[in-house]
């Protein structure tokens, strides 16, 4: 058990407008799981609708909606699936108002690899890293 082509079952959706934001996060998962991305708030609602994902890493600072209002709308839907915020700017008040939203967990950039995946671990504990 724990071979990779397991693992290729999990899917992370990461909502993050910053290509290389995306490509670090991107380079860190894909060997453990598939990832998608969006990057916007619209965008990930509409990709969120169309594909199965079993969590999302969601960047509060985006463009058309931002990381908060998205969270609020998939969580009308669906109070289950584990949404994990992240945040260059993590101030007390963008915590406490992603808790209060139903995220999670945060994580604060630049992305501490060992804390991410620690933090999707305890969602995903099928992922071997």
Same mark, same amino acid.
């Given at each position: !058990? ?11 959706? *990461?909502? /993050?407008?910053?290509? +290389? ?13 598939? @990832? *998608? %991305? ?8 509409? @990709? #969120? $609708?169309? %594909?199965?994902? &079993?969590? =999302? ?16 709308? =998939?969580?009308?839907?669906?109070? /289950?699936?584990?949404?994990?915020? %992240? +945040?260059? #700017?993590?101030?007390? $008040? &963008? !915590? ?6 139903? +995220? ?10 060992? /804390?991410?995946?620690?933090?999707? +671990?305890? #969602?995903?504990? %099928?992922? @071997?890293?």
């Amino acid at each position: !058990m724990g071979t990779n082509e397991e693992n290729k079952n999990v899917t992370i959706l *990461i909502a /993050e407008d910053e290509e +290389s934001n995306f490509l670090l996060l991107k380079t860190i998962l894909k060997k453990h799981c598939n @990832v *998608i %991305q969006a990057k916007t708030g619209v965008e990930l609602l509409k @990709v #969120y $609708n169309e %594909q199965h994902a &079993d969590l =999302i890493l969601l960047d509060i600072k985006m463009p058309e909606m931002n990381g908060l209002e998205a969270l609020k709308e =998939i969580r009308k839907k669906d109070k /289950e699936i584990p949404i994990i915020m %992240q +945040s260059a #700017y993590a101030f007390e $008040n &963008d !915590m406490e108002a992603a808790r209060a939203a139903g +995220s999670n967990g945060f994580i604060t950039k630049p992305i501490n690899i060992v /804390e991410l995946k620690k933090t999707i +671990s305890t #969602y995903l504990p %099928q992922i @071997v890293w």
